[in-house]
């Protein structure tokens, strides 16, 4: 059925569009009404550095001008140092602890914090890294972009990584850099910085800068904390992408098809903040980085950290083509290789099907390991293609099943299905095994990566053992007039927890002191309410998912108008 699914989710904060200072006459303006002549403007790696330059020398005529690119070391010296963690595979590096520190070159570093501190009238230090020269300056910016922006940029040739020229490189690369290495560094500045900041930029779009002080910007995440919201989704084509998101979502013609929608991914989602007629976007990863334990939970928090660790995404082969066949890295093993202290353990939850869809799952009785690992070295090297069905599950699946994937099990979706995917964070550890002889939207092949796989599979995952563990374990286990609660997994394996409640009336939630995350299933739009008034009412449209803070408690859903509604709700089981 067509959805009224908001691509802009907003929450508002401010009834003044005069909070936020749209453009660079009206930023100039408020920067010159700062006191003291050292300003320093922090840009997260992505950021267009020189037309801000450009635009604040222009305006506020600084007497000297620092920029932190000049102080990085060579691009070698820094290739030589992120060797170790970035390897010759095309996809996989391996987490680290680098800092933007270790970026520079000491003698250049040293040379102009000197010269920074002992300079006289109007000063601008800005770039990657700037903050690190100018630690007392009078006027902290932090310059912010959503990851996905930063991402298209990588695929525009707009940039190149943190000290590296390589503006011309496969999209593929740079965005693995980022993630092993860019935006790692940053995050651990970017959470030291953000608690002070006087202002913060969003750049997200080049010709429409806005700035916001930072204690609007920390009063807009301790408002957001408080209340369920949603993050901005953003959607990408894919070579098995399908058409359910075009039709249903009402997406544009353009792109061939729509593979992905990633709607609670706050590593790489934003929030939109309201403030009056305007909008600013922000990371959605700055929430998580500033309120963890509001966000999170306290046990959550003790577990993971600043991250989240729930993520909620939409898989689109309706009229498309298979997902690749797959397989997760097993905990211990995403450690020793990755330096990832969980792995992605995850489930397909079935919003739509065809009458032919399949789900590849577990493999069949009594196959040989080596035969199987032959026929996919075969197949990647040119020769027949792999006969999945020989060897794979074929299960067929229907609307509102929910088949569980605990990391290990051979999987993927077949096509004419339209999967809510619901796992855990490290989204990027997939190991492909079969892409059915296709390319990429680039046109060259898509990575394979038999050898993890090889020592991933568990090959005691077969036929009797998926059908009684990982299909159909829906436990009911509350009825009442009008609504029920049912478990529909996760494995015991897995940290995740999920619930679906079906309802035609009011239902009582609470987050007992865990996040939530959920999706509106079924129905055409519900809303989302604080039995003592503490948030506005959401309102929540088929196939929107949204978060609902640890820090909320009780709250409730209901169907916007008369008929049947079902949501699917996740949190971590915090008392496995």
């Given at each position: 059925?067509?959805?009224?699914?908001?691509?802009?989710?907003?929450?508002?904060?401010?009834?003044?569009?005069?909070?936020?200072?749209?453009?660079?006459?009206?930023?100039?303006?408020?920067?010159?009404?700062?006191?003291?002549?050292?300003?320093?403007?922090?840009?997260?790696?992505?950021?267009?550095?020189?037309?801000?330059?450009?635009?604040?020398?222009?305006?506020?005529?600084?007497?000297?001008?620092?920029?932190?690119?000049?102080?990085?070391?060579?691009?070698?010296?820094?290739?030589a140092m992120l060797a170790p963690y970035l390897g010759e595979d095309p996809v996989f590096g391996r987490m680290n602890g680098l800092e933007?520190?270790?970026?520079?070159?000491?003698?250049?570093?040293?040379?102009?914090?000197?010269?920074?501190?002992?300079?006289?009238?109007?000063?601008?230090?800005?770039?990657?890294?700037?903050?690190?020269?100018?630690?007392?300056?009078?006027?902290?910016?932090?310059?912010?972009?959503?990851?996905?922006?930063?991402?298209?940029?990588?695929?525009?040739?707009?940039?190149?990584?943190?000290?590296?020229?390589?503006?011309?490189?496969?999209?593929?690369?740079?965005?693995?850099?980022?993630?092993?290495?860019?935006?790692?560094?940053?995050?651990?500045?970017?959470?030291?910085?953000?608690?002070?900041?006087?202002?913060?930029?969003?750049?997200?779009?080049?010709?429409?800068?806005?700035?916001?002080?930072?204690?609007?910007?920390?009063?807009?995440?301790?408002?957001?904390?408080?209340?369920?919201?949603?993050?901005?989704?953003?959607?990408?084509?894919?070579?098995?992408?399908?058409?359910?998101?075009?039709?249903?979502?009402?997406?544009?013609?353009?792109?061939?098809?729509?593979?992905?929608?990633?709607?609670?991914?706050?590593?790489?989602?934003?929030?939109?903040?309201?403030?009056?007629?305007?909008?600013?976007?922000?990371?959605?990863?700055?929430?998580?980085?500033?309120?963890?334990?509001?966000?999170?939970?306290?046990?959550?928090?003790?577990?993971?950290?600043?991250?989240?660790?729930?993520?909620?995404?939409?898989?689109?082969?309706?009229?498309?083509?298979?997902?690749?066949?797959?397989?997760?890295?097993?905990?211990?093993?995403?450690?020793?290789?990755?330096?990832?202290?969980?792995?992605?353990?995850?489930?397909?939850?079935?919003?739509?099907?065809?009458?032919?869809?399949?789900?590849?799952?577990?493999?069949?009785?009594?196959?040989?390991?080596?035969?199987?690992?032959?026929?996919?070295?075969?197949?990647?090297?040119?020769?027949?293609?792999?006969?999945?069905?020989?060897?794979?599950?074929?299960?067929?699946?229907?609307?509102?099943?929910?088949?569980?994937?605990?990391?290990?099990?051979?999987?993927?979706?077949?096509?004419?299905?339209?999967?809510?995917?619901?796992?855990?964070?490290?989204?990027?550890?997939?190991?492909?095994?079969?892409?059915?002889?296709?390319?990429?939207?680039?046109?060259?092949?898509?990575?394979?990566?038999?050898?993890?796989?090889?020592?991933?599979?568990?090959?005691?995952?077969?036929?009797?053992?998926?059908?009684?563990?990982?299909?159909?374990?829906?436990?009911?286990?509350?009825?009442?007039?009008?609504?029920?609660?049912?478990?529909?997994?996760?494995h015991e394996r897995e940290f995740i927890e999920t619930r679906r409640h079906w309802f035609r009336q009011k239902v009582e939630h609470h987050?007992?002191?865990?996040?939530?995350?959920?999706?509106?299933?079924?129905?055409?739009?519900?809303?989302?309410?604080?039995?003592?008034?503490?948030?506005e009412p959401l309102v929540i449209h088929y196939a929107e998912t949204f978060i609902v803070p640890a820090a909320v408690g009780r709250y409730?859903?209901?169907?916007?108008?008369?008929?049947?509604?079902?949501?699917?709700?996740?949190?971590?089981?915090?008392?496995?």
């Amino acid at each position: 059925m067509p959805s009224r699914y908001d691509t802009q989710p907003t929450v508002a904060i401010s009834a003044f569009s005069s909070d936020c200072a749209v453009g660079w006459p009206a930023i100039a303006d408020c920067l010159r009404r700062c006191r003291g002549g050292r300003l320093c403007i922090e840009c997260y790696p992505g950021v267009l550095v020189e037309p801000i330059e450009q635009a604040i020398a222009n305006a506020l005529r600084p007497s000297r001008i620092f920029r932190a690119s000049e102080c990085l070391q060579s691009p070698p010296e820094i290739e030589a140092m992120l060797a170790p963690y970035l390897g010759e595979d095309p996809v996989f590096g391996r987490m680290n602890g680098l800092e933007l520190a270790d970026f520079f070159d000491r003698k250049k570093f040293d040379a102009a914090r000197k010269s920074i501190a002992e300079s006289a009238g109007g000063v601008l230090v800005i770039g990657t890294g700037a903050a690190l020269l100018a630690p007392e300056a009078d006027v902290l910016i932090y310059a912010d972009l959503a990851r996905w922006e930063i991402q298209t940029r990588q695929r525009n040739n707009e940039i190149p990584n943190l000290g590296a020229e390589n503006h011309l490189e496969r999209a593929s690369l740079k965005y693995k850099r980022a993630f092993f290495v860019d935006w790692r560094a940053a995050d651990r500045l970017k959470q030291r910085l953000l608690p002070r900041a006087d202002f913060v930029l969003d750049t997200n779009r080049r010709d429409d800068p806005k700035l916001i002080s930072g204690d609007l910007f920390r009063s807009a995440l301790a408002a957001v904390v408080r209340r369920p919201f949603r993050v901005v989704p953003f959607f990408d084509p894919g070579p098995w992408g399908g058409e359910w998101m075009r039709r249903v979502i009402g997406l544009p013609e353009d792109p061939p098809n729509f593979a992905w929608c990633f709607d609670c991914v706050p590593e790489e989602n934003s929030l939109l903040l309201g403030l009056g007629e305007v909008r600013l976007e922000v990371p959605a990863i700055d929430l998580v980085f500033t309120h963890p334990r509001e966000l999170l939970g306290e046990a959550v928090y003790a577990r993971f950290g600043r991250e989240f660790p729930i993520r909620f995404d939409m898989l689109d082969t309706m009229d498309g083509g298979n997902l690749s066949l797959q397989v997760h890295p097993l905990t211990e093993y995403i450690q020793d290789k990755f330096g990832m202290h969980y792995t992605q353990d995850e489930s397909y939850y079935l919003l739509d099907a065809g009458k032919d869809a399949v789900v590849y799952l577990g493999l069949q009785e009594n196959i040989q390991p080596v035969g199987m690992l032959r026929a996919l070295e075969r197949a990647q090297q040119g020769g027949a293609p792999f006969p999945a069905g020989q060897f794979v599950n074929r299960w067929p699946v229907k609307q509102h099943d929910h088949v569980l994937i605990p990391a290990g099990t051979i999987h993927c979706s077949g096509k004419n299905c339209m999967v809510l995917e619901i796992s855990a964070t490290p989204y990027i550890f997939t190991f492909k095994l079969w892409d059915w002889g296709r390319l990429g939207l680039d046109g060259l092949p898509r990575p394979i990566h038999l050898e993890h796989g090889r020592n991933n599979i568990q090959w005691n995952s077969t036929t009797p053992w998926v059908r009684q563990n990982l299909l159909h374990r829906t436990e009911r286990l509350a009825s009442h007039e009008g609504w029920s609660e049912e478990r529909t997994g996760l494995h015991e394996r897995e940290f995740i927890e999920t619930r679906r409640h079906w309802f035609r009336q009011k239902v009582e939630h609470h987050t007992h002191g865990g996040v939530n995350v959920l999706n509106l299933v079924a129905g055409d739009a519900v809303v989302v309410e604080s039995p003592d008034h503490a948030f506005e009412p959401l309102v929540i449209h088929y196939a929107e998912t949204f978060i609902v803070p640890a820090a909320v408690g009780r709250y409730t859903i209901q169907p916007a108008r008369p008929g049947r509604c079902a949501t699917i709700k996740a949190f971590v089981r915090t008392n496995p």
